[in-house]
């Protein structure tokens, strides 16, 4: 017990002695700080984007909601169905009803060029038909600027991801489809969700402008419970009148971002790595020179009797110290740069732009916090034994 | 050069510390040529595109088919020199991972407006005699093994929701190191007679590729395109290669300003580090500094000492660094598939090249500055 | 031998030199109204209590500093009014200097340090590399030509910085205590070598010592005490 004391008092005065030596070297030690809050900087940056994507599209889909598409399809944009199949799906078991009806939405997908107002470039943007249901069956639609459209009329509410993004996309603008202009009557928001990059119009209204006949591209509903999904697919799949594809919210649009996450995270993992890897070496650096300015302090200590250990212990505190203080500082600055910052990106899989802001998650700070302990460890270890290696009596002639 | 010995055993005197600084810029290098051919594959193509070449598609949005009837129509506008089709075929091999475009187009007509695709005669001929032929670029063929005589099975969930055969007549390379070889091309006749036999969507096509006889008139020549158009059920709109792929690439986002905030972040980070390394190696020797000042040497010979020393290490380090980037690069997309066009451009090599010496010179220039600021006799005293 | 004729055959003429340091608002006076003149050929030893500014002077008349006040004549050369590109090429063509602690450069080679000075002028490596040679020879290390610096004992290095200060056939050789550091036998040696480098070869030599009998060596003994010169130590 006293010899763990004693053990315990010796790091505490050789790391002290670093400590206090840190003004006179700290043109290297800003140096390794900046470098690791840098590596930390982008890691959290580039895979905050990945999470933002994710958390949009995980915001858009509750477990007791479900999207039937065409068997075969894997987005709504090569889906389809006639009215009848529609009717199918809405009365099958498991869909919750008010009193308007089944809570299920038969809706249209189609794209539109709008110009981004960043670039002033083209950009396909999602305009959706959708049936009175639709705003059952999502969680969360909330009207924040102006009026629902009529149903019937040629009016359209956007929301508020494209009406940040793209050009003429507010209350009082009009969107051009095909030589005819359309208000823009209202703006919504969805919780984050992907809805919040759409533009949507009734369906028929959408079905008439499109010669689409009476058809659909898919069907949204809302189940009685999560539990009901499993009754609801069954009906679907074995009904020999239909071949569909029935799939809860949430695993549709885990399915529809999942290319682009993997992109995202693949490179920012690699250029993090890559990165890390520079930090490592200018914490070596650094740490060896914290060695050399104190070879011979250390020596002295040594020569009084303090052991190896206690020398490497107390070099591994620094470098920590120092390898935390740089992850702090650069997890702290990604999240003033990037959380929350709007952006919009391409979707491959519904071939049109989602809106999203970055998102600086508590697990992506922690991952940062953890690459830089690691930088630390690497870091200070090597430059820690080479010290408790040195040979005393070499130790003190220096200087 | 006979003060290069001085400058390399200046550099060799911590070996430790040399190394170390050296690797921290080299790894720097591999991350500015990794991040520069992902910068490449994302929006390298506006460079490549044809200055001749304008895109005619649907005006409410791509996705929306044109009638084929408007390829002589659009070849009638004065300027227009050939126009051809391509359609968006969607199709999927085996697995929606392994994405790569299709489109069914008319090989003859199509092969011209394309000169950038290299395709042996032979393999031109065999084309035009199959009907259900295909040809397809030397990416995608390396990718999957393909060989010429292969069957290509491929499943369409957009046409005719079925399994298309194709039969590989031919494999195309590309004229530039940036053509995207990573396409398939069928022929046009063969998709229209089986959408004929459903009688779906025949006589549609996605988009029109015109080329125009004389460049400095696009912008009169896609004016013209559009107005023979207008106030019909398809209205088109036009516009010239280079902005059509340069929409295309701000849709997925403003990558060059994403790559160039990390790459400032990096660099920072290197200039920091080195930076401080070089300014504790001059404050180590600042009597051996005094001493060459005392034998003779000029205010301008010690700044050049320092400089050449800190710029050999980043030209170094960057060098080393740039050629480890390019062996890397040079064995492929690392995202399987999503991007096609993934090289190192010899620009950006260049251009990594110069901003090695560039970091050299900055961060060589505060502790050069020191040491020529330093009185001889100062110095002297400090030994 | 009149006044004007010494003044001509004078290599070093030092006239009227105040020398003053500012340390923060202090001032320090090391040198006032000092005069000095060294004849060609002369071997001059100068000796002082630590701190008198011996290095100093010594400095002033190698060109590394300037007289807050006189002037300071070598050769046909005023010092005092040169740039500092001027001196630098001024130092590099007349002046070898010898330094206590020797002030080898780790990096190179005993060899590579001799011709450290030679990098300076327009000779070719072949000219250069003969010139090392024989100034190593002069030395009597020819032998450790390729040896690193800290592979050499003190007293050889002192004889490599001696290389070094007169491979470019200076007029004047400069030495701040270049003994201090030395056993007696190794200290024998360099005194040795300056005396034979002045003899034989005619080298005024300047040299800065503490060391009575290092001083004996050579042809003329001045003392530097607060400030002033003298012929004879003071009590
Ligand atoms: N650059 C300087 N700044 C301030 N004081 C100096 C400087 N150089 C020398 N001195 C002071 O001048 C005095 C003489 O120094 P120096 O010529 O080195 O003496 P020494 O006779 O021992 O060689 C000392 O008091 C020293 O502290
Ligand atoms: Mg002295």
Redesign the interface.
């Known amino acids: 017990m006293a010899g763990l004391l004693n053990w315990f008092s010796q790091v505490g005065a050789i790391a002290k002695f670093g400590l206090m030596s840190i003004p006179q070297?700290r043109?290297?030690v800003?140096?390794?700080i900046?470098?690791i809050a840098?590596?930390v900087?982008?890691l959290v940056?580039?895979l905050s984007i990945a999470a933002g994507f994710r958390r949009t599209m995980l915001a858009s889909g509750s477990p007791d909601a479900a999207i039937v598409l065409r068997s075969?399809?894997?987005s709504e944009?090569?889906s389809g169905f006639g009215r009848n199949e529609a009717r199918l799906i809405a009365d099958a078991p498991g869909v919750a009803r008010n009193a308007a009806g089944p809570l299920a939405s038969a809706e249209l997908f189609?794209?539109?060029?709008l110009p981004?107002r960043?670039?002033h470039?083209?950009?396909?943007v999602p305009l959706r038909g959708v049936e009175a249901a639709a705003l059952a069956v999502r969680d969360h639609l909330t009207l924040t600027a102006g009026r629902m459209f009529a149903w019937g009329r040629n009016e359209v509410v956007v929301g508020a991801g494209a009406a940040r993004e793209f050009a003429g996309l507010e209350v009082g603008g009009t969107i051009?489809?095909?030589?005819e202009s359309w208000p823009v009557v209202g703006v919504f928001t969805a919780n984050g969700g992907v809805a919040e990059s759409e533009i949507w119009t009734d369906a028929r209204v959408l079905q008439d402008a499109y010669h689409r006949g009476d058809s659909f591209q898919s069907v949204y509903a809302r189940l009685n419970s999560a539990a009901a999904f499993a009754q609801f697919k069954d009906a679907l799949t074995s009904n020999p009148q239909l071949s569909v594809k029935v799939l809860r919210q949430s695993e549709h649009y885990a399915e529809q971002s999942e290319?682009i996450t993997?992109?995202i995270t693949?490179?920012g993992f690699?250029?993090a790595f890559?990165?890390a890897?520079?930090?490592v070496?200018?914490a070596?650096?650094t740490m060896?020179?914290a060695v050399a300015v104190r070879t011979r302090e250390i020596g002295t200590l040594r020569a009084l009797g303090f052991g190896n250990g206690a020398v490497i212990a107390a070099l591994m505190i620094e470098s920590l110290l120092l390898a935390l203080l740089g992850g702090t500082v650069g997890g702290g600055l990604a999240y003033l740069a990037f959380n929350n910052l709007h952006?919009?990106?391409?979707n491959?899989q519904s071939?049109s732009?989602v809106a999203f802001a970055f998102a600086v998650t508590p697990q992506l700070l922690l991952q940062g916090v953890v690459w830089a302990t690691l930088i630390g460890l690497i870091g200070g270890l090597l430059p820690a034994i080479r010290a408790a290696r040195l040979p005393i009596a070499a130790a003190l002639r220096e200087y | 050069m006979?003060?290069l010995?001085?400058i390399w055993?200046?550099l060799?005197?911590k070996k430790?510390?040399t190394a170390?600084?050296l690797?921290?810029v080299l790894?720097?290098f591999?991350?500015f040529g990794?991040?520069s051919a992902?910068r490449q594959a994302l929006v390298g193509g506006v460079e490549l595109a044809g200055a001749d070449r304008l895109i005619v598609r649907h005006?409410?949005?791509?996705?929306?088919l044109l009638p084929v009837a408007y390829q002589a129509r659009m070849e009638r506008i004065p300027g227009v020199a050939a126009a051809v089709h391509q359609t968006w075929f969607?199709g999927i091999y085996q697995d929606?991972?392994n994405?790569f475009m299709q489109s069914p187009v008319v090989p003859a007509e199509f092969m011209a407006m394309y000169p950038e695709f290299i395709l042996p005669p032979e393999q031109m001929r065999a084309w035009l005699a199959t009907r259900t032929g295909a040809i397809v670029g030397r990416k995608t063929a390396e990718r999957f093994h393909w060989k010429i005589g292969d069957r290509i099975p491929i499943?369409s969930?957009?046409w005719m929701?079925k399994t298309w055969e194709f039969d590989l007549v031919g494999i195309f390379d590309g004229r530039d190191k940036g053509t995207d070889t990573t396409a398939l091309y069928f022929r046009y006749d063969y998709f229209d007679e089986v959408r004929q036999t459903q009688n779906w969507g025949q006589g549609l096509v996605g988009w029109y590729t015109i080329r125009v006889k004389d460049p400095a008139q696009a912008a009169d020549t896609a004016r013209r395109v559009d107005e023979e158009f207008a106030?019909s059920?398809a209205?088109t709109?036009t516009e010239p290669e280079g902005?059509f792929v340069?929409?295309w690439a701000?849709?997925?986002?403003?990558i060059t300003l994403i790559v160039a905030?990390?790459l400032g972040?990096?660099f920072?980070?290197?200039l920091?580090?080195t930076?401080?390394?070089m300014?504790?190696a001059v404050r180590e020797r600042i009597?051996?500094l005094g001493?060459?000042?005392?034998?003779?040497?000029?205010?301008?010979?010690v700044l050049g000492l320092v400089l050449a020393e800190s710029c050999l290490l980043t030209v170094l380090g960057g060098g080393l660094g740039l050629g480890l980037a390019w062996l890397i690069i040079a064995r492929g997309d690392?995202?399987g598939g999503?991007l096609p066009m993934f090289f190192l451009p010899g620009r950006d090599l260049l251009l990594g090249f110069g901003l090695s010496l560039a970091l050299g010179l900055v961060t060589g220039l505060l502790p050069a500055r020191q040491a020529t600021r330093l009185?001889?006799?100062d110095a002297?005293?400090r030994? | 031998m009149s006044e004007n004729t010494a003044g001509q055959s004078a290599l070093v003429r030092v006239e009227g030199v105040e020398k003053v340091f500012h340390r923060g608002a202090e001032d320090i006076h090391v040198l006032s109204q000092l005069n000095l003149e060294v004849p060609a050929g002369q071997f001059l030893a100068l000796m002082g209590p630590s701190g008198s500014g011996k290095?100093?002077l010594l400095?002033l008349i190698?060109g590394?500093?300037r007289p807050t006040q006189g002037t300071v004549h070598v050769g046909g050369d005023r010092l005092d009014t040169l740039s500092?590109?001027a001196l630098?090429?001024?130092?590099?063509?007349h002046v070898g200097?010898v330094?206590q602690?020797y002030?080898l450069?780790?990096?190179?080679t005993a060899e590579?340090n001799v011709e450290?000075?030679l990098?300076?002028t327009p000779l070719s490596?072949a000219e250069r590399r003969k010139h090392v040679a024989t100034a190593l020879a002069v030395v009597g290390l020819s032998h450790r030509a390729k040896h690193y610096p800290r592979t050499l004992s003190g007293g050889e290095q002192q004889r490599v910085g001696i290389a070094?200060g007169i491979v470019t056939d200076p007029t004047l050789l400069l030495c701040d205590e270049p003994t201090g550091d030395l056993d007696r036998k190794a200290g024998d040696e360099v005194l040795n070598l300056l005396q034979a480098l002045n003899r034989e070869q005619g080298k005024t030599i300047v040299m800065v010592t503490h060391d009575p009998h290092a001083s004996a060596r050579a042809a003329r003994t001045v003392y530097l005490n607060k400030g002033r010169l003298t012929n004879e130590p003071e009590q």
Not at chain 2, 59 to 64: D, P
């Open positions: 070297r043109g290297a800003s140096a390794t900046i470098g840098g590596v900087l982008v940056g580039v075969g399809a894997d944009m090569v189609v794209i539109i060029n981004k960043s670039t470039t083209d950009a396909n051009k489809v095909g030589r290319a993997r992109l693949t490179l690699l250029i890559l990165m890897i520079g930090a070496f200018g070596l650096n060896y020179s952006a919009a990106t391409m491959w071939f732009q | 006979r003060f010995h001085l055993g200046n060799t005197r430790l510390r170390l600084t690797l921290t790894v720097a591999v991350l990794f991040l992902i005006k409410v949005s791509i996705i929306q969607g929606p991972k994405f499943m969930p957009i929701r106030n059920p209205e709109k902005a340069q929409a701000n849709q997925v986002g403003n905030g990390i972040a990096v920072f980070t290197i920091l580090v930076g401080s390394t300014s504790q009597g051996e001493v060459l000042k005392a034998i003779g040497f000029t205010n301008g010979q690392p995202t999503l009185r001889v006799a002297l005293r030994l | 290095s100093t400095n190698g590394l500093d500092d590109r630098a090429a001024w130092r590099a063509r200097f330094f602690l002030n450069i780790p990096v190179l590579r450290l000075p990098l300076l490596p070094r």
